[in-house]
């Protein structure tokens, strides 16, 4: 079974900067991990960042657009989150998604077949 697994996560401090990455098992392009998507305890799991495949579009939640940077290594199958300006309302474990059924619905869960070990972000005053 095709996973992803994110890593990079760690405690910071308000207005620090962390860099996620994900890498895939998965051996072809439609597995490889396009999306970043956060779950804080006691919420839903919120869309944060969207790449397409070829990596010339990217979308942002609003919250943290400015904010955060995505963008995948040199062979798509790493994929990577720059956050910046880091604030507490960011802490919570992230997770990074591949298999995009449908550009319809970049920020929506069930879009992607393909989830994985997400890492914990938690931003401290």
């Known amino acids: 079974q095709v996973r992803t697994v994110a890593s990079g996560g760690g405690s910071v401090q308000v207005g620090g900067s962390l860099t996620l990455s994900c890498n895939t098992s998965?051996?072809?392009?439609?597995?490889?991990?396009v999306a970043w998507f956060r779950q804080a305890p006691g919420k839903e799991r919120e869309g944060v960042a969207g790449i397409s495949l070829g990596g010339t579009i990217r979308r942002y939640a609003d919250s943290v657009r400015g904010r955060f940077t995505i963008f995948q290594g040199n062979d798509r199958k790493v994929l990577h989150l720059l956050m910046n300006s880091l604030e507490p309302e960011d802490s919570a474990t992230y997770y990074c998604?591949?298999?995009?059924?449908?550009?319809?619905?970049?920020?929506?869960?069930?879009?992607?077949?393909?989830w994985g070990q997400g890492t914990q972000v938690t931003v401290s005053t």
């Open positions: 998965g051996l072809t392009s439609n597995t490889y991990p």
């Open positions: 998604a591949g298999g995009r059924r449908s550009d319809d619905a970049w920020f929506l869960p069930a879009t992607y077949k393909i």
